[in-house]
């Protein structure tokens, strides 16, 4: 199995050389971090229903569609992306594609817990470590061959994350910066001052478990001219404007099993609401003045998610 | 008939990525089999080429999301499409509760009379279910 380490890569590189390797029919590994921050949709995100593109435009967030599950994310160089490309004839590939989300996470799983974190797998394809989420992963038929991709997130813009996403008020977003920040946790403060490049190497250790030795490959010719057309459709205007899965009311994935749920229309305005799964979340009562310009948590048991 | 706790209905025709096709003069239906929805898994969206475009066989004509998965769509025909189910479209799961009834994907008009020559019977189906089985094992 060939492996490119490639260390920083532009934000568009972060995306297109694992499109490039399965639309050549080439197995591979990638790990990687975008230099600059941008906004990834997944294949079947709605654009117009997910993202507020002005502020994206103001920002200067630039936008792609991969071509894997999932949803929306924002991605910057502090999160290690791990790519691994298989063809689909590749014994490795079971039947029900998700069932080997439990093999290719195991190296991220192992990084975890070698930091003193109880991480384990969250079907199908959530890291969590007590119930809250450390590592983002889908995967797709892409080409004749399969992608799975995930990260490690070392720390993570939540304020940017919630203004990136189009939402219906402006305490739902509130709502939503403060459920990731209590149910996402980001690998930073636990390294105990180790550096990304070891991090890289206990992941190449990792993958070398379970697909033998790993040949350290560079980028060349044909995978980078595979990827600059690739960066060309996922980030067309046309690509970007498909139309994707709708929702009646707003309803963002936080983690596996954990939604924050807008209120129906008619029975309470301005009320988001936590379901974990499919029941409502114990509680944030939230006291907003009439003015908005200030917001106050009041109390932190109840059965209902309440903001008035 | 019934492979292990999948069930094959005997008078459709198959390929072997899972489709089932009921074919009746110039038009046919197009599903995913038993065994197909539950390799599959939990469906959340389904996206169809739209009516009037033109499928190919053995080429993409959609794709389907489950968990944290998305795969392609192969045509098992060449044909057009007539009609998607829009009760799967806004209830893509349906596919999972009766996939040889009310979860049918796809009505389409049939490019030849010989579109039926590459699929399977049952029970040749039934043996591809059984080699697959066999090969996860």
Known sequence: ?308 | MQIENWQVQEDLKYDNNNFWVEIEGQHALIGLSDYGQWVIGDILYLDLAPEGATIVRGEKFGSVESGKWVGNLIAPVNGRVLECNPLVVSEPRQIQVDPYGTGWIMKIELASDGESGSLLDHMAYAEFIKEQIKNAA
């Not at chain 1, 219906?168 to 690998?187: G, S």
């Not at chain 1, 301005?270 to 009562?285: Q, S, W």
């Not at chain 1, 006291?287 to 059965?303: I, K, P, Q």
Request: aromatic share 8%; proline share 4%.
């Open chain 1, 1 to 308: 199995m060939d492996i490119y380490n490639l260390g920083m890569v532009s934000w568009w590189e972060s995306q297109c050389y694992y499109h490039a390797l399965a639309y050549l029919g080439r197995e591979g590994i990638i790990l990687c971090r975008p230099a600059e921050p941008y906004v990834c949709l997944g294949l079947h995100d709605d654009l117009k229903q997910e993202i507020d593109q002005e502020f994206c435009c103001d920002q200067g967030l630039p936008l792609l569609r991969r071509e894997t599950a999932g949803g929306v994310v924002y991605l910057d160089s502090r999160q290690i992306f791990y790519q691994v490309v298989l063809r689909r004839d590749n014994p490795h590939l079971p039947m029900k594609r998700d069932k080997l989300f439990a093999t290719i996470l195991q190296p991220a799983i192992d990084i975890y817990r070698s930091f003193g974190l109880a991480a384990n797998l969250a079907l199908p394809a959530d890291i969590q470590v007590d119930g809250r989420k450390c590592s983002g992963n889908a995967a797709g038929d892409i080409g004749q061959a399969v992608a799975y991709v995930g990260n490690l997130i070392i720390a993570f813009d939540f304020e940017l994350m919630s203004r990136v996403l189009k939402v219906p008020t402006p305490t739902y977003r509130r709502c939503f910066c403060k459920a990731m920040q209590d149910n996402i946790l980001v690998l930073a403060d636990k390294m105990n001052g180790a550096d990304i490049g070891v991090v890289e190497s206990e992941l190449i250790s990792g993958f070398a478990r379970i697909f033998g030795e790993l040949d350290e490959r560079s980028l060349d010719d044909g995978l980078k001219d595979m990827a600059a057309s690739i960066r060309d459709r996922l980030t067309s205007y046309e690509w970007l404007s498909m139309p994707g899965r709708r929702s009646r009311i707003r309803r963002i994935k936080i983690v596996e099993g954990l939604y924050l749920q807008e209120a129906e229309p008619g029975i309470r305005t301005n009320v988001p609401t936590l379901i974990r799964d499919g029941k409502i979340e114990d509680v944030h009562i939230i006291e907003e003045s009439r003015s908005n310009s200030a917001l106050h948590e009041v109390a932190g048991t109840s059965s209902v998610s309440t903001i008035f």
